[in-house]
Nanobody, 122 residues
């Protein structure tokens, strides 16, 4: 079971990127999920979350610019980032609480994807 993040890159200020996180393995379902970011020399911060029912929340600094979404059929969590600013530069991580199928039943725990670098030039 793993989360695989992709979609980072280098973009000019004002541009857009779409990050995607795919859960693979013996997944029963994705419960709550979210995206975090960590800039150099700073602590990891929560950027956006989405509940199992699809309700999103955002940190104030990205409201109106970022949109988190999910596709339960594909086991994906996406983050559409528009109007990017240099201060959005960071390594972005996806996180999800997954229900996974075991031999003897199911288990629920948090998983992290590997980071994907987002760099916004001024």
């Amino acid at each position: 079971v793993q989360l695989q993040a992709s979609g980072g890159g280098l973009v000019q200020a004002g541009g857009s990127l779409r990050l995607s996180c795919v859960a693979s393995g013996r997944i029963v379902n994705i419960n709550d999920g979210g995206w975090y970011r960590q800039a150099p020399g700073k602590q990891r911060e929560l950027v956006a979350t989405i509940t199992s029912g699809g309700t999103p929340t955002y940190v104030d600094s990205v409201k109106g610019r970022f949109t988190i979404s999910r596709d339960n059929a594909k086991n994906t969590l996406d983050l559409q980032m528009n109007s990017l600013k240099p201060e959005d530069t960071a390594v972005y991580y996806c996180n999800a609480r997954l229900t996974v199928r075991l031999v003897w039943g199911t288990n629920v725990r948090d998983y992290w994807g590997q980071g994907t670098q987002v760099t916004v030039s001024s």
